[in-house]
């Protein structure tokens, strides 16, 4: 059997599999079984609660109606929904949240997903995704605003023409000016993604058009 290219190559593959696991399973999970699982509130920061606030005043009607006021549970209370429906619509299907350290990702989508990033109840089970239809989403957050969000659910070829993204009416109470809890959730959702980094887009530039106006 060793004799042969065949057993050769079944070895090699057994031993690389077994490498593998242990570098990017085994390994891991000794260096951080101590580290303790955040919940919602604990990952609820200022970039998301900023970005929050924000889908209060613009949609100030169904806000009040379905969370209220703005403060870190009913943010986290929106968080925990959108990443129920991001899961049960199918999202992950399409689109991944793990940059790998190949092809250049980190040019396209942002730095490499690390293992602490995934150490909270929002990113368990990690959603790598079975294809990438559409972008990764790992930093998704920030990049566009929430109206912006809220067009592109209710209708995505409106914003992307062809896209294969199909439309989410129910996330609404009438047209993509009237988010319903589904709706603010997943875009509150969305708009966590990478919220952790210190590279968090456009969350600075609300600042500073807030502190001018």
Not at 91 to 100: L, T
Not at 112 to 127: C, D, G, K, S
Not at 133 to 149: A, I, Q, Y
Request: aromatic share 16%; with cysteine.
């Amino acid at each position: 059997m060793f004799e042969s290219k065949a057993g050769i190559l079944w070895v090699g593959g057994i031993g690389f599999f077994v490498i593998a696991f242990l570098s990017n399973g085994w390994v891991p999970m000794l260096m951080y079984q101590d580290l303790k699982e955040q919940t919602a509130e604990e990952v609820v920061n200022s970039r998301v609660l900023y970005q929050f606030e924000e889908i209060s005043r613009r949609y100030p009607q169904t806000f009040k109606q379905y969370y209220g006021d703005v403060n870190e549970d009913t943010c986290a209370e929106a968080l925990r929904l959108g990443r129920q429906l991001y899961i049960g619509e199918g999202c992950w299907h399409c689109h991944s949240q793990f940059v790998r350290p190949v092809s250049n990702e980190s040019l396209r989508w942002g730095e490499v997903a690390a293992t602490i990033e995934f150490q909270n109840e929002l990113q368990r089970p990690v959603m790598f995704g079975t294809r990438r239809v559409g972008p990764d989403l790992s930093r998704e957050g920030g990049r566009r605003s929430n109206d912006w969000h809220a067009v592109h659910f209710f209708q995505p070829k409106m914003l992307s023409p062809g896209s294969p993204m199909p439309a989410y009416p129910w996330f609404f109470d009438g047209g993509p000016d009237q988010p319903n809890k589904r709706g603010i959730a997943i875009m509150t959702y969305v708009q966590w993604l990478g919220s952790w980094l210190e590279s968090y887009p456009y969350y600075e530039e609300l600042k500073d058009s807030d502190s001018e106006s």
